[in-house]
């Protein structure tokens, strides 16, 4: 697999479409899955990997993951293609620093991946771009049918899925909805909003979930609980959330358009000049920008400029993919004049 084709376009989840996309950028299922007669990956000896691996992967192609589908193994992958693939969030970070036999299937709009050999045996994952939550999860509930008719799964009839740990234990299922909040965080609402979300039982990450921060003011809200739940009843929660943060979201971009917009205006081309003409810029630097023009963008600020550009941005500046694109390994400071330079042939420079 040329991971190189990939580089220059984003997959399915920052397609800039979709119900809410002013909002929501995509929602995401993943499903953790086992199979019996095995241990868990972490006990699982180097030749039982193997062995896992080569069963799964026939297994999980056979399932019909999605045009032109191929599993990659990841083994001895470079680190540079390991991160690209988390970054586009085919992989987790733990998958990517994984010892032994192990890899990914997904399709080439990347509207699935399947990892395995993960913390558990199978992570099945769907994506969808805008708030398309019930979508995604008959998108996945239909695709881990076909795999479970291949391969039988570790179950209990008390407890559910059986999997590496024990808070995923029932369902299996964790759900996200990734949201774009600038407007709650420079009006510093973005905590009101976590604490309501912890009250509802969900949780809210960063762009790379567990134990990153928000970065762009981008956050993903998920299930923190499978066990004694229903993957319709955890939908459902998330699904009847997302739309109160949504109206809180839109009612301040409202308020600082009717009381600020001088000010918001010019943050927000600010950021669009400085990323027409910087020669130099930081991943984090970019992201604060890119999130001013984003919300630029669908506040109807800035034209001749759709989400679906920005949103690409987010991840094709990112280092990984920097040094895809080029080519080449990339020391930090040449990476920083490298993006600099992509941006401005993205936007246009001025």
């Not at 080029?326 to 600099?340: F, I, K, N, S, W």
Request: negative net charge; proline residues 3%; glycine residues 6%.
């Amino acid at each position: 697999m040329d991971l190189g084709k990939l580089a220059r376009h984003a997959g399915e989840w920052l397609r800039g479409t979709g119900a809410d996309s002013d909002i929501v950028i995509s929602c995401r299922i993943r499903l953790a899955r086992n199979v019996p007669d095995f241990p868990f990956t972490a006990r699982c000896t180097a030749a039982q990997k193997t062995e896992l691996a080569e069963i799964l992967s026939e297994k999980v192609l056979d399932a019909d993951i999605g045009e032109g589908a191929e599993y990659l193994p990841l083994d001895n992958l470079e680190e540079v293609d390991c991160l690209f693939l988390v970054a586009r969030h085919l992989i987790s970070k733990d998958h990517a620093e994984a010892e032994g036999a192990h890899g990914v299937a997904f399709d080439i709009r990347e509207t699935t991946s399947v990892m395995i050999n993960e913390e558990d045996h199978l992570r099945i994952q769907a994506f969808r771009s805008g708030f398309h939550l019930e979508d995604t999860w008959a998108a996945i509930d239909a695709l881990d049918n076909r795999i479970s008719e291949r391969t039988e799964y570790a179950f209990s009839e008390r407890l559910g899925y059986l999997t590496a740990c024990p808070p995923n234990i029932g369902t299996g299922m964790r759900a996200s909805v990734m949201l774009h909040l600038p407007a709650l965080g420079m009006t510093k609402q973005i905590e009101q909003v976590v604490q309501a979300v912890q009250k509802m039982g969900l949780v809210v990450r960063g762009l790379y979930g567990e134990g990153t921060q928000a970065s762009g003011s981008l956050y993903q809200i998920s299930n923190q609980r499978t066990l004694g739940k229903s993957e319709m009843e955890i939908v459902e929660n998330i699904s009847s959330t997302v739309p109160t943060i949504m109206t809180m979201e839109r009612k301040t971009r409202r308020a600082l358009m009717d009381r600020s917009r001088d000010k918001l205006e010019d943050k927000i081309w600010r950021s669009l000049g400085l990323l027409r003409s910087a020669r130099v810029v930081s991943s984090g630097e970019t992201l604060e920008h890119l999130s001013h023009l984003r919300l630029g963008v669908n506040l109807r600020l800035v034209d001749r400029l759709d989400s679906a550009t920005v949103n690409q941005l987010f991840i094709l500046t990112l280092p990984a993919h920097l040094q895809k694109i080029e080519g080449r390994v990339l020391e930090p400071t040449q990476r920083d004049v490298v993006r600099a330079n992509f941006i401005r042939e993205t936007l246009g420079e001025q």
